[in-house]
């Protein structure tokens, strides 16, 4: 079992940056891809990033591509997701997944959740 651990969220305002951690223990996550999804309030929960398990491929939703960086440290069993040039529109409850895949519909699932982080974008 992997057990995921979030941290970074907070209040920004549009145009912010912030950085989220996520912290695995249990299991060596090296071995996995891992990913960032969110939800929004009333909205379902979307993917945001993945990342491969050498961290050479990352794939990004459509909405946050150029602004939003996945990254790993796998001496470290830690994920960081470093999100630049906020909106409100990323206000959402930020969570981390290991043994994230892609069907060939295009979506993305997980294995392993934590608890999510609260992120706040607002003047």
């Known amino acids: 079992q992997v057990q995921l651990v979030e941290s970074g969220g907070g209040s920004v305002q549009p145009g912010g940056s912030l950085r989220l951690s996520c912290a695995a223990s249990?299991?060596?996550?090296?071995?996995?891809?891992m990913g960032w999804f969110r939800q929004a309030p009333g909205r379902e929960r979307e993917f945001v990033a993945r990342?491969?398990?050498?961290?050479?491929?990352?794939d990004y939703a459509d909405s946050v591509k150029d602004r939003f960086t996945i990254s790993r440290d796998n001496a470290k069993n830690t994920v960081y997701l470093r999100m630049n040039s906020l909106k409100s529109e990323d206000t959402a409850v930020y969570y981390c997944?290991?043994?994230?895949?892609?069907?060939?519909?295009?979506?993305?699932?997980?294995?392993?959740w934590g608890q999510g982080t609260q992120v706040t974008v607002s003047s």
């Open positions: 997944a290991a043994g994230v895949s892609r069907t060939q519909s295009g979506t993305y699932s997980g294995n392993y």
């Open positions: 249990g299991r060596s996550i090296s071995n996995y891809f």
């Open positions: 990342i491969s398990w050498n961290g050479v491929t990352k």
